[in-house]
Nanobody, 115 residues
Framework: QVQLVESGGGLVQAGGSLRLSCAAA????????VGWYRQAPGNERELVAR???????TYADSVKGRFTISRDNDKNTVYLQMNNLKPEDTAVYYC?????????WGKGTLVTVSS
């Protein structure tokens, strides 16, 4: 069973920064795609950033230039650095990976940005 655990969410003022972490047991991130998604109240879950096993990282237009996804294979952890946060970034953020066609999700971490 693949388990993903997000952390790093919290309350921050607009213009501030947070770094989210997604930890996994075992070396599952090394060659598998990883991504961060978010879901605001009343909205569908949407892609924030995705890093494939190989190839280019993609970002939602709304976060380009402000968010950066990265991974540390030695620590089995994926990060989402979020800068210049805006109130519209408020959401529950979820970590995702896919292994042999099966998607795995964490339980999410809440990010609240106050104006």
């Amino acid at each position: 069973q693949v388990q993903l655990v997000e952390s790093g969410g919290g309350l921050v003022q607009a213009g501030g920064s947070l770094r989210l972490s997604c930890a996994a047991a075992g070396s599952i991130f090394s060659f598998n795609p990883v991504g961060w998604y978010r879901q605001a109240p009343g909205n569908e879950r949407e892609l924030v950033a995705r890093m494939p096993g190989f190839g280019m990282t993609t970002y939602a237009d709304s976060v380009k230039g402000r968010f950066t996804i990265s991974r540390d294979n030695d620590k089995n952890t994926v990060y989402l650095q979020m800068n210049n946060l805006k109130p519209e970034d408020t959401a529950v953020y979820y970590c995702n990976t896919q292994i042999r066609g099966v998607a795995y999700w964490g339980k999410g971490t809440l990010v609240t940005v106050s104006s």
